[in-house]
T-cell receptor, first 112, second 116 residues
Framework: GIQVEQSPPDLILQEGANSTLRCNFS?????LQWFHQNPWGQLINLFYIPSGTKQNGRLSATTVATERYSLLYISSSQTTDSGVYFCAVERVTNSGYSTLTFGKGTMLLVSP | EPEVTQTPSHQVTQMGQEVILRCVPISNHLYFYWYRQILGQKVEFLVS????????KSEIFDDQFSVERPDGSNFTLKIRSTKLEDSAMYFC??????????????FGDGTRLSIL
C-alpha cells in the first residue's frame, strides 16, 4: 500500500516561532488532508489540499502532487498549537472506493 | 456547520463482552468509515460502507467486527468478544462523495474504548 512519511517526528518550539512540517507519500493520490489532534484526542481538520496552496490564519499548506509531498506552515506559534499533526492521503482503489492512509504524525510542543 | 456525532465519548467494558459504538454521520453524506487509533500510534483505516454494504475493509477488520446502518441516521461498529488490544480511540467519518476535490472526510470526536 501507499506509504506516508511525516517529518520531523517531534518538534519543540518557543512561542512565537515559525515551523514547517513535511509529509511525503509514495504514490499518486486523489486528495490530502492535514489534521491537528488536540490533547483530548479530537481530530481537527485543518486543510483539504490535493494540490496548490491554502491559508487559514497563521496556518498555510502547500501540496506539490507531482513531487509527492505536502508542507504545513505554522507561523507565530502559540501554546494552543501543541498536539499531534497528521497528514492523511486518499487513494481510490481498484474497486473504485477510497480510504485515508495516515502518517505517524508530528508531535509539536510549543512552550511559553 | 454539520458535524459527525459519536456516542459514547468513553466506553469501559470487561474483556470478552460485546460493545457497540455509535455514529450519526452528516445527513447528506453517502460514504461512512471507521478508523482506529491505538494510544500513541497513528490512525488506521478499519472499514468503509456505502449503499448499505461494506465497500472496503482492512486486515484489522476481522470476524470480530461488524458494521451496520440500522436506520436512516445511525452507523454502528460492533466488536464481539472484546480483547485488551481492542482498547483504542475509534473514529467515525463520513463524506458526501469520494475522490473529488472539496469533498473531504469529516471526522467525529471519537469514542475512547477501554477494555479491562
Amino acid at each position: 500500500g501507499i506509504q506516508v512519511e511525516q517529518s520531523p517526528p517531534d518538534l519543540i518550539l518557543q512561542e512565537g516561532a515559525n515551523s514547517t512540517l513535511r509529509c511525503n507519500f509514495s504514490d499518486s493520490v486523489n486528495n490530502l488532508q492535514w489534521f491537528h489532534q488536540n490533547p483530548w484526542g479530537q481530530l481537527i481538520n485543518l486543510f483539504y489540499i490535493p494540490s496548490g496552496t491554502k491559508q487559514n490564519g497563521r496556518l498555510s499548506a502547500t501540496t506539490v502532487a507531482t513531487e509527492r509531498y505536502s508542507l504545513l506552515y505554522i507561523s507565530s506559534s502559540q501554546t494552543t498549537d501543541s498536539g499531534v499533526y497528521f497528514c492523511a492521503v486518499e487513494r481510490v482503489t481498484n474497486s473504485g472506493y477510497s480510504t485515508l492512509t495516515f502518517g505517524k504524525g508530528t508531535m509539536l510542543l510549543v512552550s511559553p | 456547520e454539520p458535524e459527525v456525532t459519536q456516542t459514547p465519548s468513553h466506553q469501559v467494558t470487561q474483556m470478552g463482552q460485546e460493545v457497540i459504538l455509535r455514529c450519526v454521520p452528516i445527513s447528506n453524506h453517502l460514504y461512512f468509515y471507521w478508523y482506529r487509533q491505538i494510544l500513541g500510534q497513528k490512525v488506521e483505516f478499519l472499514v468503509s460502507f456505502y449503499n448499505n454494504e461494506i465497500s472496503e475493509k482492512s486486515e484489522i477488520f476481522d470476524d470480530q467486527f461488524s458494521v451496520e446502518r440500522p436506520d436512516g441516521s445511525n452507523f454502528t461498529l460492533k466488536i464481539r468478544s472484546t480483547k485488551l488490544e481492542d482498547s483504542a480511540m475509534y473514529f467515525c467519518a463520513s463524506s458526501e462523495v469520494q475522490g473529488q476535490e472539496d469533498q473531504p472526510q469529516h471526522f467525529g470526536d471519537g469514542t475512547r474504548l477501554s477494555i479491562l
